[in-house]
């Protein structure tokens, strides 16, 4: 049974409200949702809940996730970034990412692979234990190397790559990915969506190539804001951008919501 209110009525107004407005037989409107339809000449229209799930779905608006994508880039050790940039050095924040903390340097190394180089690769901040670059696929065709795809600080038995700054080069010996896709969210979001660190939660992307994406992997901590992280490939196969959302749809290989455009 779902409860209506007219907050939540006025909430789906931007997306539009259906017309007719089917509920469940169970749902119950509340005196101000029932004027707010009617004063719309939207009728009520009770059917079963098969037939009414994506209606009763549409309410849920706290399903979305909006989409960070992740341009290559890369991770630096304090003595990698010493001996790129020159002794003493630190790294210069140009702007603050959406994880807490996290920063896009003013720097850029470029990468050198037995195919190819890129340029001006964005250093992120501040300095790591161990450096890593992250790269997409079609990166890795340019610079003919081809590493695993991996979460984050998952370094083992990667590929290396020589990262060229302006005072010398380094030849990473590992710690070149493919960024596997993966999802922060607070406590309270991890609640809501009933997950624990390490879960896979499945979700849909809309537009004119709706994709599912059935293995994010679920990273959890006080300090996330929710954010599905994706890397340039992945966002352009599903034609997503930064801010836009995807839809939980499910967790752990389960289905528990309608997957629809
Ligand atoms: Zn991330």
Redesign the pocket.
């Known amino acids: 049974m779902a409860l209506i209110t007219e907050s939540r009525l006025r909430a789906q107004l931007a997306k539009g409200i259906p017309n007719p407005f089917r509920v469940n037989p169970e749902d119950k409107l509340t005196p101000a949702a029932a004027d707010f339809l009617k004063s719309r000449g939207i009728p009520l229209e009770r059917v079963s809940s098969a037939q009414s799930f994506s209606t009763s779905d549409d309410l849920k608006a706290d399903l979305r996730i909006p989409v960070g994508v992740?341009n290559r880039h890369v991770h630096l050790s304090e003595e990698h970034v010493e001996l790129l940039f020159g002794s003493g050095y630190r790294l210069n924040p140009l702007r603050e990412l959406s994880?807490s903390g996290q920063f896009a340097a003013r720097e850029t190394v470029t990468l050198a692979g037995p195919k190819g180089v890129i340029p001006q690769v964005r250093v992120l901040g501040p300095s790591r234990g161990a450096s890593q670059v992250e790269i997409s696929r079609t990166d890795g065709y340019l610079l003919g190397i081809q590493p695993p795809v991996r979460l984050?600080g998952h370094l083992e038995n990667t590929p290396g790559i020589a990262l060229i700054g302006p005072k010398q080069m380094v030849m990473l010996p590992e710690g070149l990915i493919v960024a596997k896709n993966?999802v922060?969210m607070s406590m309270e979001d991890a609640n809501r969506f009933q997950v624990v660190q390490g879960d896979r939660l499945m979700v849909a992307t809309a537009g004119d190539r709706p994709l599912l994406f059935t293995d994010v992997v679920v990273r959890i901590h006080e300090r996330f804001s929710l954010e599905l992280?994706l890397d340039t490939d992945e966002a352009n196969a599903a034609e997503l951008k930064t801010g836009q959302y995807v839809r939980y749809v499910g967790r752990n290989g389960e289905i528990t919501h309608a997957i629809r455009r």
């Open positions: 992740s994880q984050s993966h922060h992280h």
